[in-house]
């Protein structure tokens, strides 16, 4: 069965960076648009970022020119890496996968993805 596990989650600073890894198994995911969601406490689960089999990449307005989303199809592993993570970015990541392969980067809706992880926390210090 198709399995998505985050890591990365942390507890860090204002200004601070960190990575986020979603390790991918039960089918290759080459061929599949992946993405990132987050959800703060109280609300809605929220599109970040996303990169679809050709590499093409799509970013949440809030997060463009500090987050990069790639991926490393040999370990079936998607990556989020944040800069100048602010306060604001603090929230549960969640990875998720399409079900289709093919497809472009701009799918930006929770029902556009049928596998989840199960999340890792990010909290920003102000």
């Known amino acids: 069965q198709v399995q998505l596990v985050e890591s990365g989650g942390a507890l860090v600073q204002a200004g601070d960076s960190l990575r986020l890894s979603c390790a991918a198994s039960?089918?290759?995911?080459?061929?599949?648009?992946m993405g990132w969601f987050r959800q703060a406490p109280g609300k809605e689960r929220d599109f970040v970022a996303a990169?679809?089999?050709?590499?093409?990449?799509n970013y949440a307005d809030s997060v463009k020119g500090r987050f990069t989303i790639s991926r490393d199809n040999a370990k079936n592993t998607v990556y989020l890496q944040m800069n100048s993570l602010k306060p604001e970015d603090t929230a549960v990541y969640y990875c998720?996968?399409?079900?289709?392969?093919?497809?472009?980067?701009?799918?930006?809706?929770?029902?556009?993805?049928?596998?989840w992880g199960q999340g890792t926390q990010v909290t920003v210090s102000s």
């Open positions: 039960g089918r290759t995911f080459n061929s599949y648009t």
């Open positions: 998720a996968a399409r079900r289709y392969a093919g497809g472009s980067s701009y799918y930006t809706k929770v029902d556009d993805y049928s596998y």
């Open positions: 990169i679809n089999w050709a590499g093409e990449t």
